[in-house]
């Protein structure tokens, strides 16, 4: 373990100390990248939660004159066979994030399961499942997600946000690791083994709580990991191309040879949904690493900026 | 001794930390005075701002400031000097050997690397010649020569810590900041690596600012003992009044006194003081001390107590400086 | 040696997994799908090659062991199959026909943009908190989650086609042939510079703001203060102290991303039709040419793991502590 551990030392986690969590909300809201990131990502669940009423049209009709551009009454403009492309794009948001955060939190509960119990366990168990997770993050995860699909054969939604939290896992499960290695011989563990805890209440108790901010940081970077790949896919076509999504809005635009027409709205404005709910999820990570890894804050600044005291003692 | 020019003087410094919610004022108004040759401890509890002390005194200050007071070296302000005059400057003139000497050696460069990094970023020398003082230099810590191509993970804790003070002798400094050099090694190996710095010390004759919480150990080893308190220097005196038990001295420093095992009377008694030091970020109004003092009155809560000339040493006591008035009828 | 040795151990562990998923998952998967294709492709095949398919792909009566082990033996020889789209070009002749192509394009592009990110990450730390740190920071952040295919399009639409200052598609213009002449060289040039500024735009951010990150923290180690101190030069500090120690993590972040950004860059290849692997991994994929996908599969992630021991040896060189063998990027 030399190395591994400046390899994911990216987040600091210091050890949690009870009745502080407000103030790590408030360190959360108090920092601008973290607020603005978390500012872009409820607009985009608020879109998908009200989709249906927010659509200013039906997002299948095809009723308009096609390639129309940006308008006062079709914003983001129509497409090839003449739909509004802002309300394919709402309509959308629901699928994409749908599947992207379903398979974040699976990929992230599978990471915590597959990183953190065999690391606690240690011995022959945790050098094979190590092994199993390393082998997992090197195969290219995309070229195996689209083998996959491939077979499956215009996937259904739910089997791409199965496929993908299924395939998602080892990042996760490889810095959940080695953090829980970090604490399998602290104090506060010890104790709570000497005073007969069992392992569940152990690993979930006392090892979890202080693992929070990484498995945060985890669960958006899995759900951003998901958003992208099931864009990918879709836009392959591997997806199912009828169902209403960011990713089959790229695809039908690229069928419909929209550049060739000079309908770039209809590329954009799903790709730049994508590309924004993906730097939400990018800005709150950041705002949570600066706020558990005390070096990255800035002297200064960060005296008006944050909640509480950290162990920061960079010469010592 | 006194009337020589200081090698590091410390006026009236303050130091606060930036990075947390609020500044925190560390060291408050520190004075103090580090001549040529001789070897000063700095004592004080674990968090009283020994080594941001020392950090002011070579300007490595990181997440913290200044905020009020000199430091000169050699007579000369470094916090007027420009980086690249500083940089040829420091380590010439003062080193320091980290309390940490664990991590202050690069894990990806060799020791010998290291050594002639020091040499030329101050020398114009060949290879060669750099090579045969890092060697001598190896020998003076009593290193194997084939040291120089280990790295640091190949070397123990104790030789590590040889290596850092090889690296701070490297130049021939007036004085050499030591921050509790021997700190994590065994009773044995700070013995024998305590011995081999006062040998070098008495055949280079730099001076030694030795920073350690060893109370024992900085009395018997230093000529002259500053004792710091919640970031203030409560009391600098001779080595050896530390000794004698009818000299004068701050509550603090007899509490210190009577901390160290005695094996009087057939058996080890020790007595602690009682309580813990005041938070940095809320210190009393008046004597930091006072909560814990046996002695305390009223006017050690209001007002901060100065270092005065009491006795033979400087304290920093209203109630020790009262008796002492009094007793000479002041 | 021992580090040599574990790597080598694990690249070939992780070869042979890679090699085991391509033969169990169209076994895994629910109405063997490989029965589909053969009845779509079944006119055009000789007998041989269909009972060679079947084999390939469980439609037999065999035992599972032996047709695993039929099937390593055909790996070992290089034997991937006939392609199906393709019928009856062999899939290993496809693949270094588009091999080298992704390897120019997607390789140098990757290697550049993680040359130029480290560079740019080490001046952001230094100059932490200020101006250029700020702006490029959080700009990473936007970049860090466009998707590849669609900056692809996005550039292509408007330098491409709007512009005119690029070409639109293919690997060379479609008028001339290969040879190693300048004029080809060239050619070859202007059509893969688009591609690779998608590449480099997209993956740029991730290992900027990864240095930086490293870098700082690097920055406030103990090792850092005591080289000031003793009067290190600023450009040696900076490199030879803090960059030489804060692109370690980097590299071990590098071999383990290095799956999701040639997936990326696959994509890229779609886009611009660039007839490399990822471009031939779309055609498969639509023509549900079965044998064309398991072996681009199969050499993508040869490619990838193979990448990945470089990068390992890379390491193990520029730290000293894993020579020992005392771990590494993966202990
Ligand atoms: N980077 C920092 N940010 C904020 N506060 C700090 C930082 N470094 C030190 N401090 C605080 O400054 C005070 C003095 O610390 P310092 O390291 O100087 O103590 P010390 O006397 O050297 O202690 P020790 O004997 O444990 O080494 C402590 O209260 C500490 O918490
Ligand atoms: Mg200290």
């Known amino acids: 373990m030399t190395q591994s551990s400046d390899v994911d030392q990216v987040l600091l986690p210091t050890p949690r100390v009870r009745g502080r969590r407000p103030s790590v909300w408030r360190g959360f809201f108090g920092n601008k990248k973290a607020a603005l990131g978390f500012g872009i990502f409820m607009v985009f669940v608020l879109m998908a939660v009200f989709a249906p009423v927010l659509a200013p049209y039906n997002p299948q009709a095809t009723q308009f004159i096609p390639f129309q551009g940006p308008s006062w009454h079709h914003w983001f403009g129509t497409t090839a066979t003449g739909q509004d492309v802002l309300s394919q794009l709402i309509v959308g948001s629901r699928v994409s994030l749908g599947i992207g955060i379903s398979a974040g939190i699976m990929a992230t509960s599978l990471a915590i399961v597959l990183g953190m119990l065999p690391a606690y366990l240690g011995g022959r168990t945790d050098t094979l499942f190590n092994t199993m997770t390393n082998i997992m993050l090197v195969i290219p995860g995309l070229p195996l997600l689209i083998v996959i699909t491939a077979y499956i054969h215009q996937t259904e939604t739910w089997t791409l946000a199965l496929v993908m939290g299924l395939t998602g896992w080892a990042w996760g499960a490889r810095v959940l690791r080695s953090q829980t290695l970090t604490y399998v011989r602290r104090d506060f563990v010890v104790a709570a083994r000497l005073a007969g805890a069992s392992h569940w209440h152990i690993l979930i108790h006392e090892i979890l709580p202080n693992m929070l901010s990484l498995v945060i940081a985890n669960l958006m970077f899995g759900t951003l990991g998901a958003v992208l790949a099931a864009a990918s896919l879709q836009f392959l076509g591997l997806g199912n191309p009828n169902s209403i999504s960011w990713g089959t809005m790229l695809f039908w635009a690229q069928i419909g040879q929209a550049l060739l027409n000079g309908a770039w709205w209809w590329l954009v404005a799903p790709g730049a949904a994508i590309a924004l709910f993906g730097a939400s999820m990018a800005l709150m990570n950041f705002g949570v690493d600066e706020l558990t890894n005390p070096r990255l804050r800035q002297a200064r600044r960060a005296s008006k900026q944050f909640g509480k005291p950290h162990q920061g003692r960079p010469n010592n | 001794m006194i009337e020589q020019e200081p090698i590091l003087s410390l006026k009236d410094v303050s130091v606060q930390y930036d990075s947390g919610p609020e500044p925190v004022t560390v060291v408050r108004n520190v004075f103090l005075d580090v001549y040529p040759q001789e070897i000063l401890g700095l004592i004080g509890e674990s968090g009283s701002g020994k080594s941001t002390l020392a950090y002011t005194a070579m300007r490595l200050l990181k997440h913290a400031s200044m905020t009020s007071g000199s430091v000169r070296i050699a007579g000369r302000d470094i916090y007027a000097m420009k980086h690249e005059e500083l940089r040829q400057f420091r380590w010439a003139e003062v080193s320091m050997a980290f309390q940490t000497a664990m991590n202050a050696l690069n894990p990806v460069m060799t020791v010998g690397e290291q050594i002639l990094d020091t040499l030329k970023s101050h020398q114009t020398l060949t290879r060669e010649e750099g090579i045969e003082r890092a060697q001598e230099l190896l020998q003076l810590v009593r290193l194997n020569p084939d040291t120089l191509q280990r790295y640091p993970h190949e070397l123990s804790g104790g030789m590590r810590q040889r290596v850092v003070i090889a690296i701070s002798i490297a130049l021939s400094p007036k004085l050499v900041i030591m921050d509790e050099p021997t700190t994590g090694l065994d009773v044995v190996i700070q013995r024998t690596i305590l011995d081999e710095i006062v040998e070098i010390q008495r055949r280079q004759h730099f001076a030694i600012l030795f920073i350690s919480h060893d109370f024992q150990l900085v009395s018997t080893l230093a000529q002259r003992v500053a004792i710091m308190y919640a970031g203030k220097i409560v009391e600098v005196t001779a080595g050896a009044t530390l000794h004698d038990p009818t000299a004068l001295h701050h509550p603090y420093t007899e509490g210190l006194i009577r901390a160290v095992p005695r094996l009087s009377d057939d058996q080890a008694t020790a007595i602690g003081i009682p309580g813990n030091p005041p938070d940095p970020r809320d210190f009393p109004k008046g004597c930091a001390y006072a909560d814990r003092c046996s002695l305390v009155q009223r006017v050690c809560r209001e007002q901060p107590p100065e270092l005065r000339m009491t006795g033979s040493s400087l304290i920093a006591c209203h109630v020790v400086q009262q008796r002492e008035a009094k007793q000479y009828g002041i | ?331």
């Open chain 3, 1 to 331: 040696m021992k580090y040599v040795l574990s790597r080598l151990g694990f690249l070939f562990i992780s070869l042979w997994a890679a090699v085991t998923v391509n033969f169990v998952l169209p076994r895994l998967m629910p109405g063997n799908p490989a029965i589909l294709m053969l009845g779509r492709y079944k006119g055009q095949l000789t007998a041989q090659a269909l009972h060679a398919l079947k084999l390939q792909f469980g439609i037999t009566k065999q035992p599972l062991w032996q047709q695993y082990v039929i099937y390593l033996g055909h790996l070992l020889h290089g034997n991937l199959g006939l392609s199906l789209t393709y019928y009856p070009i062999p899939v290993g002749q496809i693949i270094a026909q588009s091999l080298p192509w992704t390897l120019g394009l997607v390789g140098t592009a990757t290697i550049i943009s993680m040359v130029l990110g480290t560079a740019v990450g080490v001046y952001l730390a230094w100059n932490h908190g200020q101006f250029w740190d700020n702006l490029l920071s959080t700009v990473a952040m936007f970049t860090a989650a466009l998707p590849y295919f669609w900056l692809a399009l996005l550039l292509l639409y408007f330098l491409a086609y709007v512009y005119h200052w690029f070409p639109l598609a293919h690997a060379y213009s479609t008028g001339i042939n290969p040879a190693w002449s300048l004029s080809f060289i060239l050619n070859v040039l202007r059509h893969a510079l688009l591609p690779a500024l998608t590449i480099v735009v997209s993956s740029l951010g991730g290992w900027m703001v990864g240095m930086r990150n490293n870098m700082i923290q690097t920055l406030g180690e103990d090792y850092i203060t005591f080289a000031e101190a003793k009067g290190v030069k600023k450009r040696r500090l900076m490199f030879q102290y803090a960059a030489r120690n804060a692109i370690l993590p980097s590299l071990t972040s590098f071999a383990m991303s290095l799956g999701f950004v040639v997936g990326g860059a696959l994509l890229t290849e779609v886009v611009f039709s660039y007839p490399g692997v990822g471009y031939q991994l779309l055609v498969a994929v639509q023509n549900e040419d079965y044998p064309l996908m398991q072996g681009l599969f199969l050499v993508i992630a040869l490619a990838v793991l193979i990448a990945n021991f470089i990068v390992e040896m890379l390491y193990g060189r520029l730290d000293p502590r894993t020579r020992q063998g005392q771990g590494g990027a993966y202990s």
